[in-house]
T-cell receptor, first 113, second 113 residues
Framework: DTEVTQTPKHLVMGMTNKKSLKCEQH?????MYWYKQKAKKPPELMFV???????INESVPSRFSPECPNSSLLNLHLHALQPEDSALYLC????????????FGPGTRLTVT | DAKTTQPPSMDCAEGRAANLPCNHS???????VYWYRQIHSQGPQYIIH???NNETNEMASLIITEDRKSSTLILPHATLRDTAVYYC??????????????FGTGTRLQVTL
């Protein structure tokens, strides 16, 4: 199984809502990533988890809160988002955090109203 | 990190070879060249990587010039499903820290009938 799954596929939320994005992989990978992709732009790294510990935070605003409850699961908790946070949120995993062969999920398309 | 230059767009007829160039003249001796692609509405997909020698796998071939200042990704028999944005990403061989994929603007390949 070389698949990274993400739920939901689409999410519409108001600026006062709290929601979560979920990512799952069963490849035994020990590193997981969140990327943000705005329309017609390349993906940008947000967070890296290695062995369930936060390894990199690319100065992401605190309204985005990542969580890695176990090595297969990665969540992104969202609170008080702004309309400019509307984007495609991509999850990825790799065998180890030092490896650049990353497997990406299909993404969650988020719209903040 | 080495800077890359890729043409913004290219066209290729179905069944013909697609040759996607990447200039990375500032690449250092310990940096691999990674290639990813992103088909519309999907997450990026790893294709291939190389350091000095040419590489081939089931998806593509990678030709790296002897001076390592440029490389070419070759899709030998392009199909409509190869229509995507292709990213060339130089990355250090090993840094001992978590890997960060930095996507540039890439080349939008359009395969036509």
């Amino acid at each position: 199984d070389t698949e990274v799954t993400q739920t939901p596929k689409h999410l519409v939320m108001g600026m006062t809502n709290k929601k979560s994005l979920k990512c799952e992989q069963h490849m035994g990978h020990r590193a997981m990533y969140w990327y943000k992709q705005k329309a017609k732009k390349p993906p940008e790294l947000m967070f890296v988890y290695s062995y369930e510990k936060l390894s990199i935070n690319e100065s992401v605003p605190s309204r985005f809160s990542p969580e890695c409850p176990n090595s297969s699961l990665l969540n992104l908790h969202l609170h008080a988002l702004q309309p400019e946070d509307s984007a495609l949120y991509l999850c990825a995993s790799s065998q180890e955090a030092v490896m650049y062969e990353q497997y990406f999920g299909p993404g969650t398309r988020l719209t903040v109203t | 990190d080495a800077k890359t230059t890729q043409p913004p767009s290219m066209d290729c007829a179905e069944g013909r070879a697609a040759n996607l160039p990447c200039n990375h003249s500032t690449i250092s001796g310990n940096e691999y060249v990674y290639w990813y692609r992103q088909i519309h509405s999907q997450g990026p997909q790893y294709i291939i990587h190389g350091l000095k020698n040419n590489e081939t796998n089931e998806m593509a071939s990678l030709i790296i010039t002897e001076d390592r200042k440029s490389s070419t990704l070759i899709l030998p028999h392009a199909t409509l499903r190869d229509t995507a944005v292709y990213y060339c990403i130089p990355r250090p061989v090993y840094t001992g820290t978590a890997s960060k994929l930095t996507f540039g603007t890439g080349t939008r390949l359009q395969v036509t009938l």
